[in-house]
């Protein structure tokens, strides 16, 4: 089925091991604030909140743990920031008052839609259609060329095993336009322990592209396409809010599995732009043998792969009358069992994407060919190695988790430690 050829192509696990090298780029002036952000009553950190410098483009996430960091221009000193999370109030604060390690609050937003809003709709399918619609009115019709932040991380069971980030420059064509979206890699890097990865090493074809497909406006044909929309069932649910905006909630699911590939989830639509605001959904894994070996794209003839979760997220930001693409993830875990071997490996592949700045392609800026990625590419045989603390400079980035953090440090300690051992070789063979 065509649609599951589409799903593969952004969904595919690989397995190889390679190294590369990478370039670093220059640094201006700048500015970084530090902080946490957690629920106001029960002090629970919040996960994927939106930071926003009022009067730019300039924005990041927060990560699991709820911290975030910031860099602005200093020219912006003066800016405040808004705060936004699905299902709470926005919270604007000046700048100035984010001093080192602060902890900002964001309070439950509570939600009331009038029966007009509601009744607007005979029922939520319609509703959903008209999102489609509507897209290249509510969403962007010109050219536009982001800076993204992607980060790709891989566990096998509760361990990190390995650790690829890169900021890329994304050319964002229209939705309307059937011009692919095209991706140039900026400064990256990589920490990958080999050892924990036994004789199976588990990469994500696609890279930041995976996160990228995730834009359901742009790419529909990846989950809803005019044909596989009537086999779903749309259910409003309780309406919420996000950036102080109403939206409608509506899950979905197919009706009686009628897809190769099924999802489940929900769409959060603006009440008043009918806009897409997210979409969070999942792959269907219950039936394992239909879904064995399902993502897939490459693997020793003796090993079987069994996805246990994919769960799939995109955000979306409004600026003006338009919205633009803003953030997106994806999580998968999968079972992989090896002829022959009694015990199977659990490995869980993350990878997540945040737009950290954007502009209106006026200046009709391109990527050469000869710099754009592949769809295809495996990234972390694009990159090697792990730089010192201020390799990103003033770039916005995804503060790392603890665990990820520790990880880096004892992966990076490895890498100096081989250097060093090389390092000593040369030195002792040379006359």
Do not use: C
């Amino acid at each position: 089925m065509e649609r599951t050829n589409k799903f593969k192509m952004y969904s595919n696990i690989f397995f190889a091991l390679l190294f590369f090298t990478v370039s670093v780029n220059a640094q201006s002036a700048f500015k970084s604030y530090n902080g946490k952000i957690i629920d106001g009553k029960t002090n629970k950190a919040l996960e994927a909140a939106s930071l926003h410098i009022n009067g730019t483009n300039i924005g990041t996430i927060s990560n699991s743990e709820g911290e975030f960091t910031l860099k602005v221009p200093q020219s912006y000193g003066d800016s405040k920031v808004m705060i936004s999370l699905l299902g709470y109030n926005t919270y604007v604060i000046p700048l100035s008052e984010l001093s080192a390690n602060s902890t900002v609050k964001l309070y439950t937003a509570v939600t009331t839609l009038s029966a007009v809003s509601i009744s607007a709709f005979k029922d939520a399918k319609s509703l959903v259609r008209k999102v489609f619609d509507d897209k290249n009115k509510n969403f962007q019709n010109e050219s536009v060329y982001m800076t993204a932040f992607y980060r790709e991380t891989i566990k096998r069971r509760s361990r990190n095993v390995s650790l690829t980030e890169a900021v890329v420059n994304i050319l964002k064509e229209p939705n309307a336009s059937k011009s692919r979206d095209a991706i140039q890699l900026g400064k990256a890097r990589k920490s990958t322990d080999y050892k924990r990865l036994d004789t199976v090493s588990v990469k994500l074809q696609g890279g930041p592209f995976s996160t990228v497909y995730l834009d359901i406006m742009k790419y529909p044909e990846y989950i809803f396409t005019e044909e596989s929309i009537q086999s779903y069932d749309f259910v409003f649910n309780e309406p919420s809010t996000i950036n102080n905006r109403n939206v409608y909630v509506v899950d979905f699911k197919p009706v009686d599995n009628a897809f190769e590939v099924n999802y489940h989830g929900k769409l959060f639509i603006d009440v008043e732009t009918l806009a897409l605001v997210s979409a969070n959904y999942a792959l269907d894994v219950s039936d394992m043998n239909k879904t064995k070996n399902l993502l897939v794209r490459k693997k020793p003839s003796d090993i079987v792969v069994y996805p246990l979760e994919a769960i799939y997220k995109v955000d979306y930001k409004a600026k003006g009358s338009k919205w633009y693409y803003s953030y997106s993830n994806l999580s998968l875990k999968f079972k992989v069992n090896k002829k022959r071997e009694i015990f199977n490996k659990v490995y869980t592949l993350s990878s997540e994407m945040a737009v950290t700045d954007w502009e209106v392609n006026t200046a009709d800026k391109k990527i050469k060919n000869k710099d754009k990625l592949r769809p295809t590419v495996i990234i972390t045989d694009a990159i090697s190695g792990f730089s010192d603390p201020n390799f990103w400079g003033e770039f916005n980035l995804i503060e790392p988790d603890k665990s990820i953090e520790t990880a880096i440090n004892k992966i990076k300690k490895s890498i100096e430690k081989q250097q060093q051992s090389d390092k000593g070789k040369t030195v002792s063979g040379t006359p």
